[in-house]
């Protein structure tokens, strides 16, 4: 009986030693970001890690735009998921640190301006609106519906949008205002675009901004509006003629992380399949001709930002994946 108890012990021991030395060769692929371009992202890690069978192990975080950035500037992760290009502080954050990156655009979103069902009042809003409700100068003064527009009703208005670390709050004021990061701080504001989901569509009054793949999987709770008379669909966001609010969202790879056969297999992987998993997501997916493109400044490690620091409302992602980066 004693030996069969001391074979079980060895066995125990023997299993769990194993356990531990699997776990310590899993590799880890580190990503975190933006919570708009999180959807996609979680599914292609979902699918990697089911190829690689347990070998790999993917990590997917929402800090927003900014406070990713703030992570993979310090090199604390490998991948960064961004919905607007990197900004000139962050690009000279990450040149202090020695770290560099190749970026690749990975789908289309477009900003949704959202209401409740229940409201029956509007079905437009133009830019010019917009910058009525959210301009710093309205902080206090814009706090009714027919503030904006006679014709709207004399009732409070109830605004929600993203928080300040967020990629789409710096495209969203560069769009409406004009100038990135300018807004009323007089409003609900979340990284987590869930909490605005469920802000908007509990009240009447209400009227907020989320990403398209939010309003997607939320149709039944929230109303879109058309921009300038233009519904954000698929075929407008591809098309860019629902603008302003058309955008490419982005990954951000690390160079240095790159060198780490997961990271490489992981980000090639994403490329090859980000069509069809924008498309489960509810996201639109560029042409497979871009995906190739970026495969293959992936594979040249075509490092730097084609941008100057701050998004470029309405650009065409063909154009950007063909533009040479400059020596900043």
Same mark, same amino acid.
């Given at each position: 009986m004693k030996k069969r108890m001391g074979f079980v012990s060895?066995?125990?021991?023997? &299993?769990?030693?194993?356990?531990?030395? !699997? *776990? =310590?060769?899993?590799?880890?692929?580190?990503?975190?970001?933006?919570?708009? $371009? &999180?959807?996609?992202?979680?599914?292609? *890690?979902?699918?990697? @890690?089911?190829? @690689?069978?347990?070998?790999?192990q993917v990590t997917v975080g929402i800090s927003g735009t900014g406070g990713g950035f703030k992570k993979f500037c310090r090199g604390e992760t490998d991948i960064q998921d961004a919905s607007r290009p990197i900004l000139k502080s962050e690009m000279e954050i990450c040149k202090a640190q020695g770290i560099s990156y190749i970026e690749l655009p990975i789908a289309y979103d477009a900003i949704t301006i959202i209401v409740s069902h229940q409201n029956t009042w509007v079905k437009n809003i133009t830019v010019a609106s917009l910058k009525t409700l959210w301009e710093p100068g309205a902080? %206090?003064?814009?706090? @009714?519906?027919?503030? $904006?527009?006679?014709?709207?009703?004399?009732?409070?208005?109830?605004? &929600? %949008? !993203?928080? =300040?670390?967020?990629?789409t709050f710096d495209y969203f004021t560069e769009a409406v205002t004009g100038k990135s990061k300018s807004s009323r701080g007089d409003y609900t504001a979340s990284e987590d675009d869930n909490t605005l989901v469920l802000g908007v569509s509990s009240n009447p009054q209400a009227l907020g901004y989320i990403p398209?793949? #939010? #309003?997607?999987?939320?149709?039944?709770?929230?109303? !879109?509006?058309?921009?300038? %008379? $233009?519904?954000?669909?698929? @075929?407008?966001?591809?098309? %860019?003629? #629902?603008?302003?609010?058309?955008?490419?969202? &982005?990954?951000?790879?690390?160079?240095?992380?790159?060198?780490?056969q997961e990271v490489k297999s992981f980000s090639e992987f994403y490329l090859h399949n980000a069509y069809k998993l924008a498309k489960q997501v509810k996201y639109v997916p560029l042409p497979q001709k871009l995906y190739t493109l970026a495969l293959e400044n992936l594979k040249k490690e075509k490092r730097g930002t084609v941008f100057g620091g701050k998004a470029e409302i309405g650009l065409k992602v063909e154009e950007l994946l063909k533009r040479e980066i400059p020596n900043l």
């Open positions: 060895v066995v125990v021991v023997l &299993f769990y030693l194993s356990s531990i030395f !699997a *776990a =310590s060769e899993r590799r880890v692929v580190k990503i975190d970001g933006s919570s708009t $371009v &999180f959807p996609i992202t979680e599914a292609v *890690a979902e699918e990697f @890690q089911k190829e @690689q069978k347990g070998k790999v902080q %206090g003064k814009i706090t @009714q519906w027919n503030h $904006v527009l006679p014709e709207w009703p004399n009732k409070p208005i109830k605004l &929600f %949008g !993203a928080g =300040s670390d967020s990629g398209f793949s #939010y #309003y997607e999987a939320n149709k039944k709770k929230l109303k !879109a509006l058309s921009v300038g %008379g $233009v519904f954000p669909s698929e @075929q407008t966001i591809e098309q %860019g003629t #629902y603008t302003p609010f058309s955008r490419p969202i &982005f990954i951000y790879v690390s160079a240095e992380a790159l060198k780490k």
